[in-house]
């Protein structure tokens, strides 16, 4: 049930997508009097699911989900329709139009991508407002795995700017430090006092290389008890409130790290504790049962998420800021992903990556979210001056307007064939690596 929910989002996404992408195309050929021969969701190769014509157009549902076209009539695309190419020009038809009018229906498709995402995430801030976490409240510091000790932390360490910039959100942490084409300064509070760690970009390709960016690291939680349920623990002296400050002589501990060590290390033996108790400290001697518990249940609530309203005069701006962010971060990580030293290229992945970030349960703002961000990846892919893409075609429209010569229809075959060729490697390549991932992870 998990799965078939994780793919029908899929699907709801994308034909959302697709949908709106082909329509920027459809619906500026349209206001400049180009007859579209056919929009199809999905491509159609042999047959289709359904199709009606109204009208020139014949509209569509194709079987096979790599995304959709519209067919203009005199444009060399997709379709590769080279009879039509050969009759006399029409006044209807892409060609026939002027270089400015081709380049607006060429990049129509990725603006109503961008449009869409600036309206999903309106609505989120508009609705919802901005949850986040906020460093400032990371009063005990951050534990960090392994990874992330190599980079020079040390647990505790309250993390205040990266590369003189303040980090307010604490997921801009990782996204500051995977995100980089050069070394970063960490500025952090370590036992009180401010300290700053060069990391060099080798160490940063390193740790991204081995995947240890996904546990990097994680707030502090103090061991604070909310329930004592064992009479073990009663008889020992704890009480609700009692904040642990050292462990068998140890301070500094975290929840986490307490926990752990009473699990694998002190099942059914007796361990020495201080606690703060208002402004005092007791030390107590606590017994320890066979499945390493002491019989305590902690305070949760200690580290909460902060949310921001929005007027819907507020949320139109911070929606459109957060798509310039987004934007701004995914092509970041496309620039990465083409530097061979990062590696970034193995983590590329098809349509099973792409499903895997939607949610086993149903959650609206989820699905909401990763439209938007698709919607974004999209625009940006399609932008990108690969023959075959928009872009491809917008550079090559955006030439002749510079220079006054058109690129010759022959010019233009050979390059659809190419960009066709090298999409087809990338979907190889993608998917490829999300059937490798699936038999050896």
Not at 13 to 30: K, T
Not at 321 to 348: C, H, N, R
């Amino acid at each position: 049930m998990e799965i078939l929910i994780k793919v029908l989002q899929f699907f709801m996404s994308l034909s959302l997508l697709v949908g709106i992408h082909e329509f920027g195309h459809y619906i500026m050929a349209r206001v400049f009097k180009i007859r579209v021969e056919k929009f199809y969701i999905f491509f159609d190769p042999w047959f289709s699911l359904f199709k009606w014509k109204r009208g020139d157009t014949e509209y569509g549902v194709g079987w096979l989900p790599l995304g959709g076209y519209v067919k203009i009539a005199g444009m060399i695309d997709e379709s590769m329709d080279l009879e039509q190419m050969k009759a006399p020009v029409q006044h209807w038809e892409f060609r026939a139009k002027p270089a400015w009018q081709r380049f607006l229906v060429m990049i129509a498709g990725v603006m109503m991508n961008v449009l869409l995402a600036m309206v999903i995430y309106t609505g989120i801030r508009y609705t919802n407002g901005e949850s986040y976490f906020a460093n400032e409240d990371v009063k005990w510091g951050y534990e960090f795995n392994e990874a992330g000790k190599k980079l020079g932390f040390v647990d505790g360490d309250k993390i205040v700017a990266i590369d003189g910039e303040k980090i307010d959100d604490v997921n801009e942490i990782r996204s500051k430090l995977l995100l980089t084409k050069e070394g970063r300064n960490v500025e952090v509070i370590r036992n009180g006092k401010s300290q700053n760690i060069d990391i060099p970009f080798d160490a940063l390709l390193d740790m991204r290389r081995n995947r240890g960016f996904e546990n990097l690291y994680m707030p502090r939680i103090p061991f604070i008890i909310d329930t004592v349920s064992f009479d073990s623990a009663i008889a020992s002296g704890l009480k609700v409130g009692d904040e642990v400050v050292a462990f068998n002589g140890e301070r500094n501990l975290s929840a986490n790290q307490i926990t752990t060590l009473l699990r694998e290390e002190f099942k059914g033996d007796t361990i020495n504790l201080v606690v703060a108790r208002g402004a005092e400290q007791v030390e107590l001697a606590v017994p320890v049962n066979e499945d390493g518990r002491i019989g305590v249940v902690l305070k949760a609530d200690i580290f909460q998420p902060r949310t921001k309203s929005f007027t819907l005069l507020q949320a139109i701006p911070a929606g459109i800021s957060l798509v310039g962010e987004t934007i701004a971060d995914y092509w970041l990580q496309l620039k990465l992903i083409f530097q061979p030293k990062t590696k970034m290229y193995e983590e590329l992945g098809g349509f099973i990556a792409i499903g895997q970030i939607f949610p086993s349960e149903w959650d609206w703002l989820r699905f909401w979210s990763m439209t938007a961000f698709l919607s974004i990846m999209l625009a940006v892919l399609n932008i990108l001056p690969i023959p075959g893409l928009d872009g491809g075609h917008a550079l090559f429209t955006l030439w002749e307007m510079v220079t006054g010569h058109k690129p010759s229809e022959k010019f233009l075959e050979i390059m659809q064939y190419i960009g066709f060729f090298l999409l087809l490697a990338l979907v190889i390549y993608s998917n490829g690596n999300d059937i490798y991932r699936l038999f050896t992870k």
